[in-house]
């Protein structure tokens, strides 16, 4: 399988700023999108998904948005907290991967 | 929430032995299990898809005789590491599905291998 890319690697926001993930994947029948977010230490957890039916989908601070034309997804966490920091996987479904992940760290 | 459980949670072994880990869907049945290797700060490798009562489906690259999957049951999976070797010491995380890959997947805490 080819694998889902995922930019940045690493990226620092200030309290309160926003912070946009970007992933891009290769098949185009993928129609299932999930975010993962892993702390130091500990096991992913799923915090947004979205399906291929669906242009957009929020909760809270957190957004997906899904490009199938130009096959690409991004997570979009708005007035960022500390306790947002962590490391952020996407996926793919057909591609059945992980993007490498995006370290985000929010300074206070 | 579906939880999801794996024993051990670390291990420690000698070159040459086998470990077996076990993952467990503790409230639902998971039709399909997947079992993942990470090294420090890279992701999620996967290994093979596992479902009840078939034989695992291997990612390319990953040695099925070295690798032992079984999905015996709707709630219990075990990768067994056959002669194990000081590169096989990883971060072997699991995860449930009720479904296939388009169903959320439910992970376990993870199992810390090392060979000494």
């Known amino acids: 399988g080819e694998n889902v890319e995922q930019h940045p690697s690493t990226l620092s926001v200030q309290e309160g700023d926003s912070a946009v993930i970007k992933c891009t994947y290769s098949?185009?029948?993928?129609?299932?999108f999930p975010w993962y977010k892993q702390e130091l230490g500990k096991r992913p957890q799923l915090i947004i998904d979205i399906r291929s039916n669906v242009g957009e989908k929020k909760d809270q601070r957190i957004a997906v948005t899904l490009n199938k034309t130009a096959k690409h997804f991004s997570l979009h966490i708005t007035e960022t907290q500390p306790e947002d920091s962590a490391v952020y996987f996407c996926a793919a479904n057909n591609d059945m991967r992980f993007g490498a992940g995006t370290r985000l760290t929010v300074k206070p | 929430g579906a939880v999801v459980s794996q024993h051990p949670s670390w291990v420690i072994c000698k070159s040459g032995t086998s470990v077996k880990i076990e993952c467990r869907s503790l409230?639902?049945?998971?039709?399909?299990m997947f079992w993942y290797r990470q090294f420090p700060k890279q992701s999620l490798m996967l290994m093979a898809t596992s479902n009840e009562g078939s034989k695992a489906t291997y990612e390319q690259g990953v040695e099925k005789d070295k690798f032992l999957i079984n999905h015996a049951s709707l709630t219990l999976s075990t990768l067994t590491v056959t002669s194990a070797h000081p590169e096989d010491s990883s971060f072997y995380i699991c995860s449930a599905s009720t479904g296939d890959w388009s169903y959320e997947q439910y992970f376990g805490p993870g199992t810390r291998l090392t060979v000494t």
């Open positions: 409230d639902f049945q998971a039709t399909t």
């Open positions: 098949d185009s029948a993928s129609n299932y």
